[in-house]
């Protein structure tokens, strides 16, 4: 019984094997899966820049317009550089700038500028620190609600105040990239269909376009024939006396497009016979 369950099994493997092998398209069409973009990166949220590298040498936000700094010695006043202190107060520096360029007036910390230029810095901020820890879940979802809100807000003002909106995002070097209206899962069997279905009409195109070359070498040639043929025709019937069908106006015609085409063609030559010499 053992014997004969393994060659059922044999038997069953061969053949889906063979059947799916079978199956496999002629076709040379590779597919290859998208790489997924984490919803923290810049590509997703619309940031054009990254968080900026400050020098080091610049003050602490509290201490901007400290007099006793002024007079005090260097080694003092280096204590109250961002070099010498956490990375958090480059950051609370880095926000005061974002809101700086959008706000109304000097104590504005609550208008939609203002909140927009705060969000994108500390995204910004959170964004530098998932490319080095990226594994961080918690601040992977705090980015990722911080984009939200942020997008939510963009949304409003695009709807009630288009000019603020264009206004925010020339000033805090963003693009709005909404969500898309209609969500589809990327599969491989949708994708080999469309690359497919491609792959068909580049086909049908060429050999459209190698039938029509052919048809345009002939065309000379035709129109030769017709104009004698034409020619034949109304001389036929001058002769035999019955009325004339091809007039001298249709022959006429049928001439100048002969002779335009063969100018046409004379040139075509000339001009690739000058880029053979050159």
Same mark, same amino acid.
């Given at each position: 019984?053992? +014997?004969?369950?393994?060659?059922?099994?044999? +038997? /069953?493997?061969?053949?889906?094997?063979?059947?799916?092998?079978?199956?496999?398209?002629?076709?040379?069409?590779?597919?290859?899966?998208?790489?997924?973009?984490?919803?923290?990166?810049?590509?997703?949220? $619309?940031?054009?820049?990254?968080?900026?590298?400050? /020098? $080091?040498?610049?003050?602490?936000?509290?201490?901007?317009?400290?007099?006793?700094?002024?007079?005090?010695?260097?080694?003092?006043?280096?204590?109250?550089?961002?070099?010498?202190?956490?990375?958090?107060?480059?950051?609370?520096?880095?926000?005061?700038?974002?809101? *700086?360029?959008?706000?109304?007036?000097?104590? =504005?910390? $609550?208008?939609?500028?203002?909140?927009? $230029?705060?969000?994108?810095?500390?995204? *910004?901020?959170?964004?530098?620190?998932?490319?080095?820890?990226?594994?961080?879940?918690?601040?992977?979802?705090?980015?990722?609600?911080?984009?939200?809100?942020?997008?939510?807000?963009?949304?409003?003002?695009? %709807?009630? =105040?288009?000019?603020?909106?264009?206004?925010?995002?020339?000033?805090?070097?963003?693009?709005?990239?909404?969500?898309?209206?209609?969500?589809?899962?990327?599969?491989?069997? =949708?994708?080999?269909?469309?690359?497919?279905?491609?792959?068909?009409?580049?086909?049908?195109?060429? *050999?459209?376009?190698?039938?029509?070359?052919?048809?345009?070498?002939?065309?000379?040639?035709?129109?030769?024939?017709?104009?004698?043929?034409?020619?034949?025709? %109304?001389?036929?019937?001058?002769?035999? %006396?019955?009325?004339? +069908?091809?007039?001298?106006?249709?022959?006429?015609?049928?001439?100048?497009?002969?002779?335009?085409?063969?100018?046409?063609?004379?040139?075509?030559?000339?001009?690739?016979?000058?880029?053979?010499?050159?």
């Amino acid at each position: 019984m053992n +014997t004969l369950a393994k060659l059922r099994t044999v +038997t /069953t493997t061969v053949n889906y094997v063979i059947r799916s092998y079978a199956l496999k398209s002629d076709l040379k069409i590779k597919w290859v899966r998208p790489e997924k973009i984490p919803c923290y990166k810049p590509e997703k949220s $619309g940031d054009l820049q990254i968080l900026p590298k400050f /020098t $080091g040498t610049e003050l602490m936000k509290d201490y901007r317009e400290s007099k006793e700094l002024e007079t005090a010695t260097e080694h003092v006043r280096n204590l109250f550089t961002l070099e010498h202190n956490r990375r958090r107060e480059m950051v609370e520096n880095f926000k005061d700038d974002m809101v *700086r360029r959008v706000y109304r007036h000097e104590l =504005d910390y $609550g208008s939609i500028e203002a909140k927009l $230029g705060l969000m994108t810095a500390r995204i *910004r901020s959170l964004q530098e620190y998932m490319e080095k820890f990226p594994r961080q879940s918690k601040v992977k979802v705090q980015v990722k609600e911080l984009i939200d809100k942020r997008k939510r807000y963009l949304r409003y003002l695009r %709807r009630w =105040d288009y000019r603020r909106f264009e206004y925010i995002l020339e000033k805090l070097d963003l693009v709005y990239k909404p969500y898309p209206t209609h969500f589809h899962w990327i599969t491989r069997k =949708d994708s080999l269909r469309k690359l497919t279905n491609i792959h068909c009409d580049q086909i049908k195109e060429a *050999r459209l376009e190698e039938y029509r070359k052919e048809l345009e070498s002939q065309q000379l040639d035709f129109l030769e024939k017709k104009l004698k043929n034409l020619e034949f025709i %109304r001389q036929e019937q001058t002769e035999c %006396r019955v009325p004339i +069908t091809v007039t001298s106006e249709h022959v006429k015609a049928v001439r100048n497009q002969y002779e335009q085409l063969k100018q046409k063609r004379a040139a075509i030559a000339e001009s690739l016979k000058e880029r053979e010499d050159s």
